[in-house]
Structures are given as C-alpha cells and as structure tokens.
C-alpha cells in the first residue's frame, strides 16, 4: 500500500472512487454468496426427495438476495448524509440571523471559492462539544455541519481552519467513501453474519472520515480550548 | 500487416490530438471561468463600500481624508474594471490600491472603540473581511488554474497543439504596490525593550 500522505489530490479522488467502488462489490457479492449459498444447500437437501415432492432447482433465493443488496446499497447511498445529518439532529443554515451564523457562511464561502468547489449546504449541530464533519456523494452534494460549541469558542481564523479541513473531505472524495461505508453497514441488519464485519469497518470509516475537527490556521495565541481536540 | 500498423498508430495519434486539444480548451475555459469569479467578488467588494463609509461617515469627520481615499479608490477600480480582461493590469494595480485604502480605513475605525461597538459596523467589517479574503481567494484559484493551464501549452508535446487551439498565456494576478512586497522587519534578537 502506497503511504497515503504521498498521494496527490487525484489519486486520492481516485484511491477513494476505487474504495467505494469494491465496497459497494463486496457488499453486494456477500448478500449473492448467501443467497447462492443457501439455494446451493437448499437443492442438494431436496435432490433425494421423492419425485413429486419440491425440488429446488431455480436460485431463487440468491436473485432475490443479491437484488436486495443492490437496492440496499442504492438507496443507502442516495440517502445516507441526509441520515447522518437527521441522526445528529442538525439544522440547516438557509437565511443566517446572527452574527456568529453570518461569519459561518462566509467563512464557508471563501473556502469553497479557495477549494474551486461548489457552496455545500451547511448545517448547525446544537452541542455543546466543538466538532465538525463533511458529508455527502460528491463536491455538488455536499454538506458541511458544525457544532454550536465549535461556533462559540472558535475564532475567525480557527473557524476557518476547521472548515478548510472539512472542504478537503469533500474535495478528496472521501465523504463519498464515508456514505457508502456508512450506508453498507447501517444496511447490514439484513445479514446476520454480516453485522460483525459490517459494523466494525463503517463505523471505523465513520469515525475516521467523517467526523473530525482541527485548526491548521489558527494563531499561535488561540484559544486553548478549540486547538485542544484539533 | 504493415498497413494494420500504421492504422493502429493513426488511430493512436489522432486519439491524442483530439485528447490534447480537448484538454487545452477546457483549461481555457476554466481559466476565463476563474477570471469571472475574480470579478463577481470584486463586484461586491465595489458595492459594499458605499454602505461602510455611509456607516462610519457621521461619526469619522475628523478622518475625512482616509474616506476619501477609500472613495476614490473604489471609483477607479469600478472604471478600470468596465475595460474587461484585457486590462488586468490595470485592474490589479487599481484593486490593490483600493485594497490598501481600505485596510487604512479599518485601522482608523479600529482606533474608536465606540464606533467598532455599533452592531452596524461590526456586520459591515465582517463583510468587509469576508470580501477581502474571497477575492484573494479567487484570485488564488485564478493564478492555480492560469499557472496550469499555462504550463500545460508550454510542455511537450502539447505544446505542438497550442497553436490549434488558439491556446496564449495567460497573465497572471501579481502584485503591483512595491510596499507590500517589501520584506517586513522582524526583530528576534529577543532583546528587552530599552
């Protein structure tokens, strides 16, 4: 495996394509492996039955497992950074009323024009604790949500560390890779076996891609408690 | 045999022609694109600063000069600006000395604690900050995909095709005020101060 620090923005945009492409493979081809499997079982259990008796002769089950999983990872990917932003109980910021929500979205505003990205939607998380993710499929679906707790102790110029960062996962792709992760493990109920391995690699996928916080720009005299966590 | 060769090469050849002139188009583009960006903040920056010095004028009759500094500056570059693209040079050196009034401005109002406290010039100021840092900023985009696009009609062998598609280098956003390109001096001789 390449050292991923070395790669440039490409070929992570391309590292990340590739990922999510043979997660969503590699989900799909489990559901089929079951499926198959249990039609493969299923006809040898009915081989030996009487003549008039059932016979499992059609794949039945792996058709429709597999059509399942598509389906599955289809709409976990369409709907999985609206599930993020509705589990975390976010609140979309569309006519900014107060000053600390106006610095917000200009602050977004300018990183989005560094970044040559389209304005993602941006999002208001009421936490105390300061944090902030990127989510979405792509830079034109993109959503960038913030804690009130990061909004009251960061400064200017930490805030906008914190939302260059951010702007970078959506840029990277990586917010892509973190919604299909995302979707294919919150999908895995239907798979009993499939919940330990499912569970483990999403929310890892999670944690590391989407949530995350830091202030590369901030002053050396920044408050202590916003570069703490970064 | 032979002329299968040769066929596989033409197709090669042509395939690369068409990628190289295609690639040099969209890069023009995106650089024009990049450009307009440039203008739509400069746009707002030129539209906000009538609201900033109706703001402050009441209370800063004292600092009429600066004022009006930033006034005759924002003019000028409104007009400048008209000339379009071909005038980049002119326009950077009229932006930069609007920026330079502007940020002489801010440090006056910085001096009136009483004046930075009114709701209106603290909104005004953050606009203003914003402003300042999306142009910047989109003249950071401009000299990235300038400098690509640039280098891109430059290297070998793309180069053999610039000419077709009209391809010219583009002028890059420098800076033109010389005092702002001076070094600063910095004392870190960490001696006391007498």
Redesign the interface.
Same mark, same amino acid.
């Given at each position: 495996m390449t050292d991923e620090t070395s790669l440039n923005l490409f070929q992570q945009q391309e590292a990340n394509r590739r990922r999510t492409f043979w997660l969503v493979v590699g989900f799909v081809a489990f559901f089929a492996w079951l499926g198959f499997g249990g039609d493969y079982i299923y006809h040898l259990y009915t081989l030996q039955a009487p003549r008039q008796a059932y016979h499992h002769d059609f794949p039945w089950f792996g058709i429709a497992l597999s059509l399942v999983a598509l389906a599955t990872a289809w709409y976990a990917y369409k709907t999985g950074p609206d599930k993020v932003l509705w589990s975390t109980g976010a609140r979309e910021v569309i006519d900014p009323t107060d000053?600390k929500e106006?610095?917000l979205v200009?602050?977004v /505003? /300018?990183?989005a024009?560094?970044a040559?990205v389209p304005r993602p939607r941006i999002w208001i998380v009421d936490d105390p604790d300061p944090n902030a993710f990127a989510t979405g499929t792509d830079p034109l679906h993109s959503h960038i949500a913030v804690t009130q707790g990061l909004l009251d102790i960061c400064t200017?110029d930490e805030l906008q560390g914190v939302i260059g960062h951010e702007l970078g996962h959506v840029k990277n792709l990586d917010v892509r890779l973190a919604a299909g992760a995302g979707g294919a493990g919150r999908a895995r109920g239907a798979g009993g076996a499939a919940r330990a391995a499912g569970t483990g690699r999403a929310a890892r996928f999670c944690w590391s891609c989407s949530w995350c916080g830091s202030s590369p720009g901030s002053s050396p005299r920044s408050s202590p408690s916003c570069s703490r966590w970064a | 045999m032979g002329s299968l060769i040769f066929l596989a090469l033409l197709v090669v050849v042509v395939g690369w022609l068409i990628g190289a002139y295609n690639g040099l188009v969209s890069l023009k583009n995106q650089t024009l694109n990049a450009f307009k960006q440039i203008d739509v903040q400069l746009k707002r920056r030129h539209d906000l600063i009538p609201n900033l010095v109706n703001a402050v004028k009441g209370a800063m009759d004292f600092e009429k000069s600066t004022l009006e500094a930033v006034i005759q500056a924002r003019n000028q570059a409104v007009k400048v600006n008209a000339a379009g693209p071909e005038a980049i040079k002119q326009i950077s050196q009229a932006e930069n000395a609007l920026s330079s009034a502007l940020s002489r401005l801010m440090v006056v109002v910085e001096q009136y604690p009483q004046l930075k406290a009114t709701a209106n010039i603290g909104q005004l100021q953050e606009e203003l900050t914003s402003t300042e840092n999306k142009v910047s900023f989109a003249r950071q985009l401009y000299n990235d995909t300038a400098t690509q696009y640039n280098t891109k009609q430059q290297q070998f062998p793309t180069t053999l095709v610039a000419g077709m598609a009209r391809a010219q280098a583009a002028d890059l956003w420098a800076i033109e005020d010389q005092a702002e390109r001076a070094v600063p001096q910095v004392d870190l001789s960490m001696k006391p101060k007498a």
């Open positions: 000053a106006k610095q200009n602050v /505003e /300018e990183m024009i560094a040559g200017r | -």
